[in-house]
């Protein structure tokens, strides 16, 4: 995001995650909330990230990563909505029918629950479940914006982790409950990998974008990334609230 407010460019990322990851939104409530024993029992590693939001599991989902400069006169919803049209392009070739969710009264407040439990305005969605959480941060005159899309549904953990639904000692995240969110899985009737998904995801960028697409290597842009890593994996950031 610093990069993107001193060079102008526009970085589009796909990543995974290395192990299941606990992810909290930036404001949201997780001290005497969430135990943090029974997270590292059930083997979950814990971050809170910039941007806003609920609480969600990284865990066999791809993530999405925009950073771009803020242009004069484009509003939060206005980038949101470029980056859908993208995302739902991509679904598209991958076989799935999605649309952004219709505004349903106001923005829940970022609350304990599942990130993936309802969709808000603009967000995507399939068949009405919700399948694309985003969320951006503006700041210094450039904006970051990430997002998951699951290919399957481990959200269900979360309700255990909060007390919300009993626990079983048996019970791995792979094995969590397959109801509420929509997922790759259940739509295309199979696990696409990570490479067709982002392959996909990259293909539109191509597709749908006037300039130039270029690959960068990730050593060009991971020494400034991580210059503030000291703060993100700080446990008084993780559970500053």
Known sequence: MRRAGRTGEIVFSVYAWERPTLSFGRNQTARERYNPGLVAELGLDVVRRPTGGRALVHYREVTYSVTAPVEHGVSMRDSCASINSLLLHALEALGVTASEARPAGRTQPPDCSSC???????????????????????????????????????????????????????????DAARSGPATLADLLGRDPDQAEVEEALFAAVRALEDAQALEIDEAEIRPEALARVGEFTNELWTWRR
């Open 116 to 174: 993936f439990a309802a969709p808000a305005a603009g967000e995507i969605v399939a068949g009405g479940r919700k399948l694309v959480g985003s969320a951006q941060y503006r700041e210094g005159g450039a904006f970051l914006q990430h997002g998951s899309i699951l290919v399957a549904d481990d959200q269900s953990i979360i309700s255990r982790l909060i007390g919300v639904a009993p626990f079983d000692p048996g019970q791995t995240i792979a």
